[in-house]
Antibody, heavy 122, light 107 residues
Framework: EVQLLESGGGLVQPGGSLRLSCAASGFTFSAYAMSWVRQAPGKGLEWVSATTDNGDASYYSDSVKGRFTVSRDNSKNILYLQMNSLRAEDTAIFYC???????????????WGQGTLVTVSA | DIQMTQSPSTLSASVGDRVTITCRASQSISSWLAWYQQKPGKAPKLLIYKASFLESGVPSRFSGSGSGTDFTLTISSLQPEDFATYYCQQYTSHSRTFGQGTKVEIK
């Protein structure tokens, strides 16, 4: 069974940093692209970042580019999201998601974690 | 970036109703469209990919159609467990944008 377990969320002040982790199990982690998707309270879904299966390429939404960095450790089956210069508008549940059914450029998400809440507030 | 617009934003329906949700892309995305279902407090669940392909384990009352810029998700006979919010998502560009969501409520 595919399992994705996020951790690392919490309360952080504006301008602060936080690192999220997503521990994967039940599948060959190194064979899949992975993404982070967030959802602000009461709002819709927003794709944040993605990385290829071997981590050699990363992609970001315009809203986080230059502030967030995605990485992965395929030896430990863990996906990371380093978030710097956090803003109030980054407050959201952050989900990690497995990529699947890819087009020539990108993938959708066939498995999701339960999410971790990040709150940016003074 | 490609914009995705869903309609309606909210839909009131009864058990047994046929329900249709529309998603429109700001430019052609061929068939690179997915649909998700999300229930309160839960992660989204993939229903449909490549516009019309049913994800494994998803009931056959769900179906998707369309190509280019206009797409639909249809629930042939609404069941109590189908009351949820539905999102479309394009995946032809790296921005992989979502629609704003359609909440299906009990009438």
């Amino acid at each position: 069974e595919v399992q994705l377990l996020e951790s690392g969320g919490g309360l952080v002040q504006p301008g602060g940093s936080l690192r999220l982790s997503c521990a994967a199990s039940g599948f060959t982690f190194s064979a899949y692209a992975m993404s982070w998707v967030r959802q602000a309270p009461g709002k819709g879904l927003e794709w944040v970042s993605a990385t290829t299966d071997n981590g050699d390429a990363s992609y970001y939404s315009d809203s986080v580019k230059g502030r967030f960095t995605v990485s992965r450790d395929n030896s430990k089956n863990i996906l990371y999201l380093q978030m710097n210069s956090l803003r109030a508008e980054d407050t959201a549940i952050f989900y990690c998601a497995r990529g699947a059914y890819c087009s020539s450029t990108t993938c959708i998400f066939d498995s999701w974690g339960q999410g971790t809440l990040v709150t940016v507030s003074a | 970036d490609i914009q995705m617009t869903q309609s309606p934003s909210t839909l009131s329906a009864s058990v047994g109703d046929r329900v249709t949700i529309t998603c429109r892309a700001s430019q052609s995305i061929s068939s690179w469209l997915a649909w998700y279902q999300q229930k309160p407090g839960k992660a989204p669940k993939l229903l449909i990919y490549k516009a019309s392909f049913l994800e494994s384990g998803v009931p056959s009352r769900f179906s998707g159609s369309g190509s280019g810029t206009d797409f639909t998700l249809t629930i042939s006979s609404l069941q109590p467990e189908d009351f949820a919010t539905y999102y479309c998502q394009q995946y032809t560009s790296h921005s992989r944008t979502f629609g704003q969501g359609t909440k299906v409520e009990i009438k």
